[in-house]
C-alpha cells in the first residue's frame, strides 16, 4: 500500500551572491514507515564550474553529515539521536550554508529507499 512520503533535493550553492547551484543529493522522509534516508554525490567538475575556488573537501565534510544524520548515526551528534521526524526538519530546514535543502515535496509511495534510488538517479546522478 502507498504511504505518503516527503522529499528534498540538496544543492551546492558555492556562492551565495550569485546564486547558482549543483543538485548534491536527496533525502526521503516516510512517518508512517518510519524511513529517513539520504544519499549524496559531489561532482567535482561541475561544482569547479560554478565556482572555481570552491572548498570541495567542506561540501564533503557537509554532505557526510547530513547522510550520517539522516541514518541517525550516534556518531554523528546529538541531532542524529532524535527520531526520525525531528531529525528530517532539521535536515530540510533553509540554509545559508554552501549545501542548501529546496523546498519540501510530497508524495506517495510504498518502498521509500527505492524511491531515494530513483530520485538520486533522476536528480542528482
Known amino acids: 500500500m502507498a504511504e505518503p512520503f516527503s522529499y528534498a533535493v540538496l544543492r551546492l550553492v558555492p556562492d551565495i551572491e550569485r546564486g547558482e547551484q549543483v543538485n548534491v543529493g536527496v533525502i526521503v522522509f516516510c512517518r508512517p514507515l518510519d524511513f529517513l ?16 575556488d570552491v572548498d570541495l573537501d567542506a561540501a564533503r565534510r557537509h554532505l557526510w553529515a547530513i547522510e550520517r544524520i539522516a541514518a541517525g548515526d550516534p556518531e554523528a551528534g546529538p541531532i542524529a539521536k532524535l527520531d ?14 554552501i549545501v542548501q535543502p529546496s523546498e519540501v515535496h510530497t508524495g506517495l509511495c510504498d518502498d521509500p529507499q527505492a524511491y531515494l534510488d530513483e530520485l538520486f538517479e533522476r536528480l542528482v546522478g
Not at 531529525?87 to 550554508?97: E, G, I, K, N
Open 37 to 52: 534516508g539520504a544519499r549524496t554525490a559531489l561532482d567535482d567538475d561541475r561544482a569547479r564550474a560554478l565556482a572555481p
Open 84 to 97: 526520525t521526524t525531528a531529525r528530517f526538519h532539521w535536515l530540510v530546514a533553509p540554509a545559508s550554508t
